[in-house]
């Protein structure tokens, strides 16, 4: 099943990067709404409960698998729990203290059965929820297996795909609303384009913000400043070829999102976190977190392209896997259906000191 932002033209309908890769997609469960306010939001979660319960009640499956916290995500895991539909979680222990998802991605842990973890630290999490051992698993993060498995794009490969000059060192920018804070995306987004203004030798690739409240006062900024520089492109998804490509040949990544936390420490790249959208993530060493202030990402700009800050990260080990999860999640899913291991009856596990 597809949903959310893989349908909107909006945000590059990315479905068809799904099926490009010969992945069939039983059911489209178009939910999202014309605006990005909360109340859209919440209409959203509404009209996807209705549309997978009602996919769910024709289908019949085995077992519901889902990755992450958004809103969509959370519509899906209701409905196939009222359906008593076994749940499998990616990636449950996690937080964000800046964003709703953290909302969102704790309610779907308590509603799932199985529980994959990127870390130890979350598996622990996850457990001291309730949720019994034999049933929570650490098997590294998906977007680390990207890394290590796929065949990326030579750098020409990718200048001539995005048609952007790449023989100039530049960053890769993304920057997401802080949901659980009020009005502050665009004073933010400002204070971002204000110190990238202020910083010589770089251009920058934008990529523009998922479906959250308010994205679209920070698209508008982005495409704004785009026009106006020549250094300076902006797409509204790359997909994650292009995208890991990108990454893998930056100079460093800038931003709010979880692939600067996740991915990008794999690259063994800097990455510059702005605010308190991923704040309460387990960091690597080349993560450099700041406020979301000119001269306090300036500073840390500057420290991400010291070449003292480069040869303290250069041989680091990211904190999320070793690349093979996918087959420890299939081989465990595959284990619990085969030997009809699925009670749904769950007990609540008491931590004990």
Known sequence: MATGMHLSEDFGLTYK?????????????DVLQNDDSNKAMSKAIGIGVIGFAEYFDRNQPDMVIVLGDRFEIFSAVIAASVACIPIAHLYGGETTEGAIDEFFRHSISKMSYLHFTSTEQYRQRVINMGETPDRVFNVGAIGVENILSMPLLTKDELARSISFDLNRPYALVTFHPVTLEKDTSTKQIE??????????GLNYIFTKVNADANGRAINNKIGAYCEEKENAIAFTSMGVLRY?????????????????????PSFK?????????????????S???????????????????????????ANQISPYGDGK?????????????DNDKINLKKSFYDVRE
């Open 17 to 29: 990067e799904i099926e490009s890769d010969g992945i069939f997609i039983d059911a489209k469960i």
């Open 191 to 200: 204070e971002i384009l204000s110190a990238l203004d202020e910083t010589n």
């Open 244 to 264: 890991l490509s990108a990454m893998k040949y930056c100079e460093m990544v800038i931003g709010n999102s979880s692939s600067g936390i996740m991915e990008t």
């Open 269 to 285: 790249k800097p990455t510059i976190n702005i605010g308190d959208r991923q704040k309460g993530r387990i960091c690597a060493k």
């Open 287 to 313: 993560v450099i977190s700041c406020e979301p202030e000119k001269h306090a990402i300036i500073k840390s700009i500057d420290k991400a392209r010291s070449q003292q800050f480069l040869q303290e990260i």
């Open 325 to 337: 999860t996918s087959k420890k999640i299939v081989a465990v899913i595959k284990d619990f259906l």
